[in-house]
């Protein structure tokens, strides 16, 4: 072979990605964890670069299993396990109530994102879930942003979320436009009108979605109070936006017609209920509730309760959108995200209706469909994006 066609052999970036992917794969350890109510669950692990990641999926009847990849430094393997079991059985609801074609799954990758995340840890990652050939589909979440994304995408097709333009990008901006619907459907149950004008809102967290739902608050002339851990992010939005500021064990205290959870998990628990003053909850945050029966709790106190996993899908609504034949449309995320208020307005109803509370409400909603397989995907998922 002459050197000339030897040096393009070498350089074709198909096949050193191939080989790449290939090399990656062999120091992958797979085992398999036997969890009851799991299609399948898995430990993943790379020593050469560190990695050791559980891939949950929970439920796939109708369709693939789409959920974030979430890299975290856990206290140990049990505490990773327990956040992927959960935000993976979510991921199930809130696929089958917004009828996407999708099933749930979530995976997370025990590092620091700060300190041990490395452009190897994510190419091995990858190449556990193309391993998967297709079962599981990543996207971003807590600790992994779209730019990991693209790093993982170098191994793997099964990705959606990213920053590339046949890609969905940031899911924040849709999963923020959902839930501003959802408080304007909560403000329609408790007041028999959605405008916003006067009421008062307490959001826990300014991050990606926090910030974006404030300025929604904002300019339909909500009352804000707001908490974050990071001062300087709290002091900012408080200055733009003249809202009033509270510290991060406040805000749940506050007297207010909303309060919106958009930081972490379990901030319903049985420390803060006895503590509520608000009206409703209604938020983006996943797995509000510390356990189930804190539904009934806010039920019995008179607090509406927006199911975290029906009022924060507009981002799952918008990346499942580019996996369709026709590629990705943010008009079509749009309105399905525009329609958490409809769904929502259904689900209190049918509490009432069955005296039980919102959240066991939408699961039922949510288990109806997947019984009888309503919305499942008929068209396999295609993915427009490449690998650079
Ligand atoms: P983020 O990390 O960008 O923002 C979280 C914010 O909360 C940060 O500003 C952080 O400083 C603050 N925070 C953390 N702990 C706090 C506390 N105890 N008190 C007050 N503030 C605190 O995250 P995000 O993307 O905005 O997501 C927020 C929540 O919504 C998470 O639970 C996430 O799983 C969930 N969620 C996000 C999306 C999305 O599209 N990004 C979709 C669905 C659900």
Not at 296 to 317: H, S, T
């Amino acid at each position: 072979m002459s050197s000339q066609l030897l040096e393009k052999k070498v350089q074709d970036p198909k096949k050193q990605l191939a080989a790449l992917l290939h090399e990656a794969q062999k120091s992958l350890q797979f085992e398999k964890l036997h969890i009851k109510g799991y299609e399948k669950v898995l430990k993943v692990t790379d020593k050469k670069v560190g990695l050791t990641a559980i891939i949950a999926i929970h439920n796939t009847l109708l369709g693939p299993a789409l959920g974030g990849t979430r890299i975290r430094s856990y206290p140990n393997f049990d505490a990773a396990l327990e956040d992927a079991l959960r935000l993976a059985k979510g991921m199930t609801y809130k696929a089958a109530i917004a009828e996407l074609g999708l099933g749930g799954g979530k995976s997370v990758i025990m590092a620091d994102p700060k300190t041990e995340k490395t452009p190897e840890l994510l190419m091995a990652f990858g190449a556990a879930v193309e391993k998967l050939g297709g079962l599981y589909i990543c996207a971003e979440d807590m600790g992994c942003t779209t730019e990991d994304v693209k790093i993982i995408r170098k191994m793997t097709q099964y990705v959606v979320g990213l920053p590339h333009h046949n890609s969905s990008g940031d899911p924040g901006f849709f999963t923020a436009w959902g839930v501003f619907r959802g408080i304007q459907s909560i403000v329609k149950r408790l007041y028999m009108s959605d405008s916003l004008e006067g009421k008062k809102v307490a959001v826990q967290g300014l991050g990606n979605v926090g910030k974006i739902l404030i300025d929604h608050l904002f300019w339909a002339g909500a009352d804000l109070i707001l908490t974050d851990i990071d001062a300087e992010r709290l002091s900012a939005c408080a200055k733009k936006y003249r809202a009033k500021m509270v510290a991060p064990d406040e805000i749940w205290k506050v007297e207010c017609d909303v309060f919106a959870p958009c930081a972490t998990g379990g901030i319903i628990n049985d420390q803060t209920l006895p503590e509520f003053r608000c009206k409703a909850i209604a938020g983006c945050a996943n797995n509000q509730l510390a356990q189930d029966h804190h539904a009934n709790e806010l039920k019995a106190r008179g607090i509406l309760y927006a199911p975290d996993f029906v009022i924060n899908a507009g981002g799952l609504m918008n990346v499942a959108i580019e996996i369709e034949d026709e590629g990705y449309n943010p008009r079509i995320a749009r309105y399905k995200a525009h329609h958490i208020y409809d769904t929502l307005l259904a689900i209190y109803d049918m509490a009432d209706k069955n005296h039980e509370s919102t959240q066991q409400a939408a699961l039922s909603l949510a288990d109806y469909r997947i019984k009888y397989a309503i919305g499942k995907r008929v068209i396999p998922p295609t993915f427009h994006h490449s690998a650079e």
